[in-house]
């Protein structure tokens, strides 16, 4: 039987790639089963996580969402698991945890990866056994709802670096989903630029403005780190800054049209042809050779140079280093490849 592949509420976009993403949300949603989504940040992970809810058997149930990375140890157990009256130091009454309040519906882990070592055993029960205790309590208490995990990092180097149960990946990983960053899907910016550009003129009470076609090359261009968030802080940007009714280029960051410096992790980085036409310009130019055959050769260089000082400032994770860079994997590991810098990265 043939699977649903329309879009899932609130996201744009019919490429390949999230038609795939469609498909696989639809059919997965009908079973039971646990589902990791992967993916840079700003992707859509929580959308997703949202719709297998909704198109799921218990969507009349409630969606507890749980952002694992924005607590401590201690806090996170008890958001989790809850706690009794005098368990610590201010808890005055007991205390009903998300695991409780998702029984019979479904409950969001995003930032997986941020849940400490030792709390993860307590959540591998939970996966498990479907049983937990509530902090300081030792009556054990049954729950029944559907687990949605969500990481923006490579848990298989969490494993590796010894900060990730690998027994705890294999009981979330039942189904993976991967949610596909924006520069790889540039097919899909153009809805969402007419989608973001509507939203925002309707807010700020104006008529939806058209978009020059050089807007839409320039962004088709650009490697999008933020991704879909980044895109949708840009033309919000645009509509507040527009005086008439088209969006042009001038509307948009320097960054985004090659003008000014882009940043990686945290240190400041440029544009490749930045920094060449720096180097021809400080005198390169003047060594005797043809500037358009030294163009090229400063290029390769230079990113060369770069892949390789992002590469060892990630400890050689591929993921994390193509994150900084704003591309994606594939396109890292051929650059890897063509520069030999093999020894740099694992």
Request: charged share 25%; with cysteine; proline share 4%.
């Amino acid at each position: 039987m043939a699977v649903a592949v329309e879009p899932l509420n609130g996201m744009i976009g019919d490429g390949a790639a999230m038609r795939e993403v469609y498909r696989l949300t639809n059919q997965v949603a009908q079973s039971t089963a646990t589902v990791l989504l992967t993916g840079e940040t700003g992707t859509g992970k929580e959308l997703v996580a949202r719709a297998l809810h909704e198109l799921s058997p218990v969507a009349s149930g409630p969606f507890v969402r749980v952002n694992c990375g924005a607590l401590s140890e201690s806090l996170l157990e008890s958001e989790l698991f809850g706690h009794v009256k005098g368990a610590f130091t201010n808890a005055f009454e007991n205390r009903t945890g998300r695991f409780e309040a998702a029984h019979g519906g479904t409950i969001f882990l995003d930032e997986i990866n941020s849940v400490s070592y030792k709390l993860q055993v307590k959540l591998l029960r939970v996966l498990q056994e479907h049983e937990f205790e509530r902090v300081g309590d030792t009556r054990t208490i049954q729950v029944d709802c559907r687990i949605v995990a969500a990481t923006n990092c490579d848990l298989l180097d969490e494993i590796e670096d010894g900060r990730f149960r690998e027994d705890l990946y294999y009981r979330l990983n039942v189904v993976p989903i991967y949610l596909p960053s924006l520069s790889e899907r540039p097919e899909d910016i153009p809805a969402l630029v007419e989608y973001f550009a509507a939203t925002y003129a309707r807010l700020n009470e104006r008529e939806t403005p058209s978009v020059h076609k050089d807007v839409l090359s320039m962004l088709k261009g650009y490697s999008w780190p933020g991704n879909v968030r980044e895109l949708q802080n840009y033309v919000e940007r645009a509509i507040v800054l527009s005086t008439g009714p088209e969006l042009t280029v001038d509307l948009l960051p320097p960054h985004v049209r090659g003008m000014a410096p882009i940043r990686i992790g945290r240190k400041r980085a440029t544009t490749l042809d930045q920094l060449c036409s720096e180097l021809v310009t400080m005198g390169m130019a003047q060594a005797g050779e043809d500037a358009k055959d030294l163009h090229p050769r400063i290029v390769s260089q230079v990113e060369s140079q770069l892949i390789q000082q992002v590469l060892k400032t990630c400890q050689g994770v591929q993921t994390k280093a193509a994150s900084r860079l704003g591309i994606n994997r594939n396109t890292l590991h051929k650059k890897i490849s063509e520069y030999g810098l093999e020894a740099d990265a694992r």
